[in-house]
């Protein structure tokens, strides 16, 4: 066909423009050329799966994601059934060392708690976003260890927590990375200090009110968490 008579460099450009995810229908086994583009070209994966079947994911994860892990810089899930594939086992996720965007929507907490610590690993990952479906158990344990994620610049959080008993504690010795932060969660404001002790680094932040909180006033930051905050929103939820 004609399209098979143009260059590489043009249908590089063009599979760069469709996108992984309609390449991989349109071209994938078209012909062993097309085939031979996405293994040893460089076209930027990007992951968006929103609305696949189980059988389909499976092959595509087998064509496209299990061989392509390495070079994969945004990838973006909204069901279970593809984290569970894709991170079954959850240290899996250290193999996608050119991750630099992960969102997880739509999530069970379970699959978060059981690759959150391996996110550490991940040199290159600065964008996270994660919206739950059920509850978290320990938030504060939760927040630990994001805080840990070495090279983290933005973060979305939404969640539902049972846990009112332990307050964070004031970081030491151990600073996260984050810049821009939303929390959607009935956040604790009585360990807002605390919080940011954890933040040297936070530029903006917009942060839910405890819906059980009955104390209507602002939180008071104190003089020395005050930095380079451009901007810290507190939305009330009543």
């Not at 996608?96 to 040199?123: G, K, W």
């Not at 969640?159 to 984050?178: A, H, W, Y």
């Amino acid at each position: 066909s004609l399209f098979e008579n143009l260059s590489n460099e043009v249908i590089y450009e063009i599979f760069d423009y469709l996108g992984i995810y309609h390449v991989y229908h349109g071209f994938f086994n078209l012909n062993q050329r097309f085939n031979n583009f996405f293994i040893n070209s460089n076209l930027r994966i990007q992951i968006d799966i929103s609305s696949m079947s189980k059988s389909n994911f499976e092959q595509y994860y087998k064509d496209i994601i299990l061989p392509n892990k390495h070079r994969m810089n945004y990838l973006c899930l909204s069901n279970a059934f593809t984290v569970d594939i894709i991170f079954s086992p959850p240290r899996l996720i250290s193999k996608f060392l050119q991750l630099e965007a992960l969102v997880l929507d739509n999530i069970d907490t379970r699959y978060l708690n059981n690759i959150l610590h391996h996110l550490i690993i991940l040199p290159q990952l600065h964008s996270l976003t994660n919206n739950l479906i059920d509850f978290i158990q320990n938030s504060t344990l939760f927040y630990l260890q994001l805080f840990r994620v070495p090279k983290l610049k933005y973060c979305k959080i939404q969640f539902e927590s049972n846990d009112d008993q332990q307050l964070l504690p004031r970081c030491t010795d151990e600073f996260s990375s984050i810049e821009y932060l939303v929390i959607k969660n009935c956040f604790r404001f009585q360990s807002l200090n605390n919080f940011l002790s954890y933040l040297p680094r936070l530029v903006g932040a917009s942060v839910d009110r405890n819906e059980n909180n009955t104390d209507t006033s602002h939180p008071q930051v104190e003089a020395n968490m005050i930095r380079n905050y451009s901007m810290i929103e507190i939305e009330n939820n009543f």
